[in-house]
């Protein structure tokens, strides 16, 4: 069995024991997903993110430990000639969000994820891909190169007829509304020229599609507090021998997320061409958007990128945590104020994969270096938008069940109370089912700049 992604940090896993049931086919992949020692803690009734489809279901099959049950069989021969097409397999993993839940809460850091991005790439070989999943894997670029597509999202919310009309041929949910990009995109202003360099503050901001095209106020407040916080600010670019060099950077999860190996690690690989030079010049990476960020540090590490790669994972943050490392070392020079009466708790909604990276520890931190400001964090829980996962029609209904489990209790039970939720799906949940306006830490940190 070729692969599509490199499974060779499990070479050695199960090996020499007895009891790993590695499966008889799929070399390193097979290892990898035979990590699982079944012990069924991701089908027990604990706290915290793993696993989303199982939680409101019920359906062992959803569970972490269900679908490597069905990966078993699929890779030991069980279900026939072209087993990643089987139906009941194909179920499971569809209804795996992605959510890296179970590398951090399974005992043996079954990377479910990942493995279902293989899945895909494998499935997809025998089978194409739909229309659906190659419109949303190329979102990014197109944005880019087609500007005109801003309206549609738009014009599509305000149409019944064009939301139908989507269901009915991209399977786009009717009921769903798409996020709407700004009328103005994130442009990176000229270099600041300073001495800080020499200061060792240089910092580099790594602005993913979504906060550009979609909330470029985001980058906007982070370059803000940043710059107030003494730190010299550059930005990514794609280098000009990269392919479309006029583009703008993309870490590429949308392809990953749809199974499209091979132009995930194009994107990457102009991401890493961008940012290496930066790396060795012991400048940081500093993200914004948790799922982009994650795919720095842990998916491009499967892409065959080589130690570029792993020198990039080590030098890139969020920017939560970024913040948090330099208060820690007593390098944060920032000053807060007290945003004005005190009132409810502000309720913060973690994204999967800040769980997943342990950065809601970073969130608690810097949350509590502006005065008076109290904050309450939402039990850690799945959205249930997953990037597009929520607004696909055969998902549209699980995807408000996943957000009925825990977060929209929580904000039912505080109207009034200011929401905080540094995801781009996350708020767009929250926006959409409990008419809220969630903000991220970065715009929430700009306000309070004394």
């Not at 390193?28 to 409101?56: H, L, Y």
């Not at 550059?234 to 190996?261: V, W």
Request: glycine fraction near 6%; include cysteine; aromatic fraction near 6%.
């Amino acid at each position: 069995m070729k692969t599509f992604l490199d499974w060779s940090a499990y070479k050695d896993s199960g090996m020499g024991d007895a009891y790993a049931d590695i499966p008889k086919t799929g070399g390193d992949f097979a290892k990898a997903v035979a990590v699982c020692i079944n012990s069924r803690q991701c089908e027990r009734e604990a706290k915290g993110v793993m696993c989303p489809s199982f939680r409101v279901s019920q359906n062992t099959n959803y569970s972490t430990g269900g679908r490597v049950r069905l990966l078993k069989a699929a890779l030991n021969g069980e279900m026939g000639d072209l087993p990643f097409t089987d139906p009941k397999l194909a179920e499971a993993m569809d209804l795996c969000l992605g959510c890296k839940g179970c590398k951090r809460e399974c005992e043996n850091k079954v990377d479910m994820a990942l493995i279902k991005m293989e899945y895909l790439a494998q499935r997809q070989a025998k089978t194409g891909i739909s229309l659906r999943s190659r419109i949303l894997a190329n979102f990014p670029v197109w944005l880019h190169r087609y500007p005109w597509l801003k309206s549609l999202p738009k014009l599509r919310n305000r149409s019944g007829l064009l939301a139908k009309l989507g269901e009915k041929f991209l399977d786009v949910s009717a009921r769903r509304q798409l996020p709407e990009p700004a009328s103005d995109t994130f442009s990176p202003p000229a270099p600041l020229l300073t001495d800080l360099a020499a200061q060792g503050k240089e910092v580099v901001l790594f602005i993913d599609t979504f906060s550009r095209h979609f909330e470029p106020e985001i980058p906007e407040a982070a370059l803000y507090v940043l710059t107030a916080a003494g730190y010299q600010v550059s930005f990514a670019e794609a280098t000009k021998n990269s392919a479309d060099a006029s583009r703008p950077l993309c870490c590429g999860r949308t392809f990953l997320a749809q199974g499209l190996i091979d132009e995930a690690r194009a994107e990457a690989q102009r991401v890493v061409d961008a940012l290496l030079p930066h790396v060795e010049a012991g400048r940081t990476i500093i993200g914004l958007e948790p799922s982009c960020l994650l795919s720095l540090r842990d998916e491009y590490l499967s892409l065959g990128l080589g130690e570029a790669a792993v020198k990039i994972s080590q030098h890139a943050f969020l920017f939560e945590e970024f913040l948090a490392r330099e208060h820690t070392a007593k390098r944060l020079n920032l000053s807060f104020r007290t945003l004005g009466p005190k009132t409810i708790p502000a309720l913060i909604h973690g994204h999967c994969h800040q769980n997943a990276l342990g950065a809601m520890k970073s969130m608690r931190k810097i949350l509590k270096l502006i005065p008076q400001f109290e904050f309450e964090i939402i039990e850690p829980s799945c959205c249930g938008m997953a990037g597009s996962f929520g607004i696909e029609a055969e998902h549209a209904e699980l995807s408000l069940d996943m957000a009925n489990q825990t977060l929209l209790p929580a904000l039912q039970a505080a109207p009034e109370a200011q929401v905080i939720s540094n995801g781009f799906s996350c708020r767009h949940q929250i926006r959409e089912t409990a008419q809220r306006q969630p903000k991220h830490l970065a715009v929430l940190l700009r306000e309070a700049l004394d």
